[in-house]
């Protein structure tokens, strides 16, 4: 597996709760990804990063923001967590220029009562 | 934006049979189209994959096909052994991001089952 942690991998919170993952990286690649995961949805892209301060959204990112202040760390933040946002968290990794291929991280569950 | 579906959702099959899993996809400028597999409580991992200059690849026991005038792509697995049981993701590139990587839309996923 490429060298992705992801941190914490289960955490159960409170509604109104702010909430942290992050994902860290030793590969030094370039672009770095948030999905989620929810059954029948497949993994739906969150917010990406193509470069330390470079961010954007994907397609469900209403809820969310994220952070890059260091090539090996992408943060997701939930500034107020919801029942919905209850869901399996997957960072991924992609190489820089000529590679499409994306890795990705252990997963975090996140539980949101 | 780009609009992947995978069919079927549940497959079952017998060990040794083949399996088939299709997928189609919206976008017409999309041109990478990766396979995951994800088996319980792992992430998913890429399997093989194949671009949109290529009709065919295969690795070993799979194979992907592509046909890009009627906007598809399909995963085939031959000699079906128990541990190929796990849920198949199919995704299409949404395009790339400042110049290189990839956006990637991802269908629902099958799961499947070989049955011993």
């Known amino acids: 597996d490429a060298g992705i942690t992801q941190s914490p991998r289960h955490k159960v919170t409170e509604t109104g709760t702010p909430v942290t993952l992050r994902c860290h990286q030793t590969e030094n690649h370039r672009y770095m990804y948030w999905y989620r995961q929810d059954p029948g949805h497949g993994l739906r892209l969150i917010h990406y990063s193509y470069g330390v301060k470079d961010t954007d959204k994907g397609e469900v990112s209403d809820g969310y923001s994220v952070s890059r202040s260091k090539t090996e760390d992408f943060l997701l933040t939930l500034e107020s967590a919801t029942s919905s946002q209850t869901s399996v968290y997957f960072c991924?990794?992609?190489?820089?220029?000529?590679?499409?291929?994306?890795?990705f991280g252990p997963g975090t569950r996140l539980t949101v009562l | 934006g780009e609009n992947v579906e995978q069919h079927p959702s549940t497959l079952s099959v017998q060990e040794g049979d083949s399996a088939v899993i299709k997928c189609t996809y919206s976008?017409?400028?999309?041109?990478?189209f990766p396979w995951y597999k994800q088996e319980l409580g792992k992430r998913p991992q890429l399997i093989i994959d194949i671009r949109s200059n290529v009709g065919e690849k295969k690795d070993q026991r799979i194979a992907v096909t592509l046909n890009k005038t009627a906007k598809h792509f399909s995963l085939h697995i031959t000699e079906t052994q128990p541990e190929d049981s796990a849920v198949y993701f199919c995704?299409?590139?949404?395009?790339?991001?400042?110049?290189?990587?990839?956006?990637?839309?991802f269908g629902g996923g099958t799961r499947v089952l070989v049955k011993p």
């Open positions: 991924a990794i992609s190489e820089p220029q000529g590679a499409d291929t994306q890795y």
């Open positions: 976008d017409s400028a999309s041109n990478y």
């Open positions: 995704a299409a590139s949404s395009g790339p991001i400042k110049a290189a990587g990839n956006k990637l839309t």
